[in-house]
C-alpha cells in the first residue's frame, strides 16, 4: 500500500508491516529525529511510560541479575530504573551509547521499550539478542502494536520517519516461536518473551 508517497508491504507469514527497504531513513536523519527526544532520567512521566514493561518484568528476576536495554537512548532512564531495582543493568544504543563490549552477553534478562519500531534489520536482531540471552533469560518489547488497518494511514506511530516497521501481537508470538521462546502480553503494547533453559 502507499501512504504520502510511502510504500508499504505486508509480511505474510508473521503479519508485520514494513516501509520499502529503499525509503528507509539513513542513519544521519535518524540521529536527528532522535536528538529531538525528550528522553530525561529524572521525568516522572517519562519513568511512568517506562515501567508499563519495567513492572511486568522486573518480578521475574532475581537480585543482582544481569540486564541489558538495548536500544537505551540519549537518556538512559531504563538502565536507572533497572538499578534502582537492585539489578545489574546496561545500555546498548548504536548512536548514545555504541559500547560493542556489551553485545558479548550473557544476559539474564533484554530490554527493547520503542526500539523495535525502528529496526532495518528486524530478523537479524532478534537472532542478535537470542545469542546474548542466557537461557531462561527473558527478553521484554514495548512497542505500540498495530491492530487496526483502516487506521494504518493517520496513526501517529506510523507518521514518525524512524518508525519502519510495525508488529501485531501475532508477529511477536510468531518471532517467539521462532526461536524456541514462550511469549507472553501481560498488557497492552508490551511482550515477554522467555528463551528456553
Same mark, same amino acid.
Given at each position: 500500500?502507499?501512504?504520502?508517497?510511502?510504500?508499504?508491504?505486508?509480511?505474510?507469514?508473521?503479519?508485520? *508491516? !514494513?516501509?520499502?527497504?529503499?525509503?528507509?531513513?539513513?542513519?544521519?536523519? =535518524?540521529?536527528?529525529?532522535?536528538?529531538?527526544?525528550?528522553?530525561?532520567?529524572?521525568?516522572?512521566? %517519562?519513568?511512568?511510560?517506562?515501567?508499563?514493561?519495567?513492572? +511486568?518484568?522486573?518480578?521475574?528476576?532475581?537480585? &543482582?541479575?544481569?540486564?541489558?536495554?538495548? $536500544?537505551?537512548? @540519549? &537518556? @538512559?532512564?531504563?538502565?536507572?530504573?533497572?538499578?534502582?531495582?537492585?539489578?545489574?543493568? #546496561?545500555?546498548?544504543?548504536?548512536?548514545?551509547?555504541?559500547?560493542?563490549? /556489551?553485545?558479548?552477553? @550473557?544476559?539474564?534478562?533484554?530490554?527493547?521499550? +520503542?526500539?523495535? +519500531?525502528?529496526?532495518?534489520?528486524?530478523?537479524? *536482531?532478534?537472532?542478535? /539478542?537470542?545469542?546474548? /540471552?542466557?537461557?531462561?533469560?527473558?527478553?521484554?518489547?514495548? *512497542?505500540? !502494536?498495530?491492530?487496526?488497518?483502516?487506521?494504518?494511514?493517520?496513526?501517529? %506511530?506510523?507518521?514518525?520517519?524512524?518508525?519502519?516497521? !510495525? %508488529?501485531? =501481537?501475532? *508477529?511477536?508470538? #510468531?518471532?517467539?516461536?521462532? !526461536? $524456541?521462546?514462550?511469549?507472553?502480553?501481560?498488557?497492552?503494547?508490551?511482550? /515477554?518473551?522467555?528463551?528456553?533453559?
Amino acid at each position: 500500500m502507499m501512504i504520502a508517497e510511502r510504500d508499504y508491504w505486508r509480511c505474510r507469514r508473521c503479519e508485520a *508491516t !514494513f516501509l520499502e527497504p529503499s525509503q528507509r531513513p539513513d542513519p544521519e536523519t =535518524e540521529k536527528t529525529e532522535y536528538d529531538q527526544h525528550d528522553n530525561d532520567v529524572s521525568d516522572p512521566g %517519562y519513568r511512568r511510560f517506562l515501567a508499563r514493561l519495567a513492572d +511486568e518484568l522486573v518480578p521475574r528476576l532475581g537480585p &543482582g541479575d544481569r540486564v541489558l536495554d538495548f $536500544g537505551c537512548g @540519549p &537518556g @538512559p532512564a531504563l538502565v536507572a530504573m533497572l538499578r534502582e531495582a537492585g539489578l545489574a543493568a #546496561w545500555g546498548y544504543d548504536p548512536f548514545y551509547a555504541p559500547d560493542d563490549g /556489551l553485545l558479548e552477553g @550473557p544476559y539474564e534478562a533484554i530490554t527493547c521499550t +520503542e526500539v523495535v +519500531e525502528h529496526l532495518h534489520d528486524p530478523a537479524g *536482531t532478534f537472532r542478535l /539478542l537470542d545469542q546474548l /540471552l542466557a537461557p531462561g533469560g527473558w527478553l521484554g518489547v514495548m *512497542t505500540c !502494536f498495530q491492530t487496526d488497518d483502516d487506521r494504518f494511514a493517520n496513526w501517529h %506511530y506510523r507518521r514518525d520517519p524512524t518508525h519502519v516497521v !510495525f %508488529y501485531r =501481537e501475532a *508477529t511477536l508470538q #510468531w518471532v517467539a516461536a521462532r !526461536f $524456541g521462546w514462550q511469549c507472553e502480553v501481560p498488557r497492552k503494547d508490551v511482550a /515477554l518473551m522467555r528463551k528456553p533453559r
